[in-house]
RNA sequence: GGGCCCGUGGCUUAGCCAGGAUAUAGCACCGGGCUUCUAACCCGGGGGUCGUGGGUUCAACUCCCACCGGGUCCGCCA
């Protein structure tokens, strides 16, 4: 592992800083940000220059007189532009880039952290199908996950099951009172049998102590209500496992609320609470106080009648999660924005690590929000079923001459990553509104943009090898990769660890999303600007063909990043 | 009523937390490019008071305050 990116900044850092120092100005904190204008660029003259009361601009010119780069630095070419102190990166640099890229291959990109990160996503209740509102979640965290792994932690990822809350004891209850569909995949007939329990039960408010019976029931262990409530968990389950896997995204384990009954796990949490003196009895219901973390109002951890919620069950599973991890990190819809707080809070009050709470805002549709009690849903089996459908109807007009099995398994591979790119580019801290010509029209620049540029990348090298112009372990030379578009698509290339590191820090994979696209945009001008199998001359056809080699292994990593197929043809 | 989030060309959107160089990109629109490594592509063009009004600063899309518009949450649901 090289880190070049990092070791770039690195010295950058440390040219600059012996050049204040020379210049005999105080160097402070060295603020570097990547430019339109150069590699790397700092605005300290502007600093230096309104601390000193003198001009930013000679502040700068005396900088830059003072630099000297040392011999195989990484840095090139250093100069004023005004006040700004500009950086460029060597040949060095771009032919490390390439060397790094070609002999790390799926491993280039990432790596530099440690540590053990416990993720919880997804987490919908099992009362019906995932819907494009939870996908969010899913691929908000999936990507997070894939994030993280690639930057080097050690990342289990949880789907934290509500088996024991109202819901599923409403679903219970319907299986006496509605016929449950078989035929159907099982969290469509789940939801199906709850929304009609929802209906009757609002007709007839008195069935709902038959509800409370049935929590109070599990909650004290009873074996058949237990069985119950598992069947129809399973039911649901089964079929979101089903969904979550045609969208490549993986959970590695499902942890169960009850457990942290059944364990006792709830009731000593319970008990550290009541022992911080913050508790109290109201109507019979324990809440605590947690006013002076700005909660105005107090939290509930049992209801009157005795039995655990909601918010009782996920405490105990945070103090475990805190007990298993070095970091904890949960993604949330905006509306557990203010119980996650109470949660920090009171995980906090008691000692015990809290969870970093990525939180994203709704996605509605466009008659209002989505509700799974009302039915108000569009599912997201259908979403990939009309994409999918859509992405072989391109399939089937850009490549007629292919098979079926091709045809399906490009139209599989576009229609997931188009579904995904495209709630993962948004920053999650905007809403959106779900519609359906926007989803199905992927001419735009999304994944079967940066899919399609993998496939050119592979088709020159397969076309390369058929003519028998590719050998993988020639010696290829990259000094020979001198246009502007070669040289700026090794610095794109080499931009991976710097964006992973952004996405890892700030828990934002949008940036990921835009670095691919950005990186497919410079691939396809190198594939413009210069003819790989039509080169000059042998050397420079060698020097191109590594190059890409290095596309094909990049835009694959990324793509894999984002969770997104990359395939060899489309 | 209070808390939090959002408000950037016709539409979608990056940048804002760590203030500075002509505000990012896509869609749509106008014009050009397939006898040349896959045109799911590329090139060019028009289009923006960065919600409004103040303030801080040499410098504000970015920080502070107020307001307007949209979303969301506000104890025994999850």
């Not at 006496?176 to 159907?184: A, G, L, N, Q, S």
């Amino acid at each position: 592992m090289f880190f070049l990116y990092f070791t770039f900044t690195e010295q950058v850092k440390s040219i600059l800083s012996d050049a204040i120092e020379k210049a005999e100005f105080e160097a402070g904190e060295i603020s570097l940000e990547p430019s339109q204008h150069a590699d790397l660029s700092s605005r300290i003259a502007f600093l230096i220059g309104s601390r000193t009361k003198q001009n930013p601009k000679e502040v700068a010119d005396r900088i830059v007189a003072e630099i000297s780069i040392p011999a195989d630095s990484l840095v090139g070419k250093v100069e004023a532009t005004g006040p700004y102190i500009n950086f460029s990166a060597s040949d060095a640099y771009i032919q490390k880039t390439y060397w790094s890229i070609r002999t790390e291959r799926e491993n280039f990109g990432g790596n530099f952290a440690s540590g053990k990160i416990l993720l919880e996503h997804t987490s919908a209740n099992p009362n019906g199908p995932l819907h494009v509102g939870h996908i969010r979640n899913s691929i908000l965290g999936d990507t997070l996950s894939r994030i993280l792994k690639r930057a080097g932690y050690d990342v289990e990822v949880q789907y934290y099951v509500n088996d024991m809350g109202r819901q599923i004891a409403i679903v219970s209850w319907a299986f006496d009172h509605f016929e449950f569909d078989k035929t159907k995949k099982g969290d469509h007939a789940i939801a199906e049998i709850y929304i009609k329990a929802n209906r009757a039960l609002e007709e007839d408010p008195s069935k709902v102590a038959e509800i409370d019976r049935f929590m109070q029931l599990v909650e004290s262990g009873d074996e058949d209500t237990i069985k119950r409530f598992d069947e129809a968990v399973n039911y649901a389950l089964e079929g979101i496992k089903k969904t979550l896997l045609e969208m490549n995204v993986h959970h590695d384990s499902f942890v169960t609320e009850s457990s942290f009954i059944r364990s006792g796990a709830v009731k000593d949490i319970v008990e550290r609470i009541k022992a911080t003196g913050r508790t109290e009895l109201d109507d019979g219901a324990i809440v605590v106080d947690l006013s002076d973390y700005g909660f105005e109002k107090s939290l509930v951890i049992q209801r009157s009648d005795g039995t655990s919620l909601y918010t009782t069950r996920d405490l105990a599973y945070h103090e475990w999660k805190a007990r298993h991890a070095d970091r904890v990190i949960d993604i949330f819809g905006a509306d557990h924005k203010l119980i996650s707080g109470q949660l920090r809070a009171t995980l906090n009050a008691i000692g015990v690590k809290e969870p970093e709470v990525v939180i994203f805002e709704f996605v509605s549709l466009p008659e209002g929000s989505m509700s799974t009690r009302q039915g108000k849903f569009i599912s997201a089996d259908e979403l990939l079923e009309q994409v999918e459908a859509r992405a072989l109807e391109e399939v089937t007009i850009r490549r007629p001459e292919m098979d079926d099995s091709f045809k399906k398994e490009v139209a599989r591979m576009v229609g997931i990553g188009a579904v995904r790119y495209d709630i993962v580019k948004v920053s999650p801290e905007k809403s959106t509104v779900f519609d359906w010509k926007e989803a199905l029209d992927f001419e735009k620049q999304g994944a079967p943009f940066i899919q399609y540029s993998h496939a050119r990348a592979c088709s020159i090298l397969k076309k390369a090898e058929e003519e028998g112009l590719w050998d993988p372990e020639a010696q290829a030379n990259p000094a020979l990769l001198v246009d502007d578009s070669e040289i700026a698509f090794i610095k794109k290339m080499a931009l991976f660890d710097q964006v992973l590191e952004k996405c890892a820090s700030e828990l934002k994979p949008h940036h990921l999303a835009i670095y691919g696209r950005e990186l497919a945009d410079a691939f396809n001008q190198f594939y413009r600007f210069s003819p790989v199998l039509a080169a000059e001359d042998d050397n420079i056809r060698a020097a191109r063909l590594g190059l890409v080699d290095c596309a094909r292994v990049v835009i694959a990593n990324v793509l894999d990043t984002l969770g997104i197929d990359a395939p060899q043809s489309m």
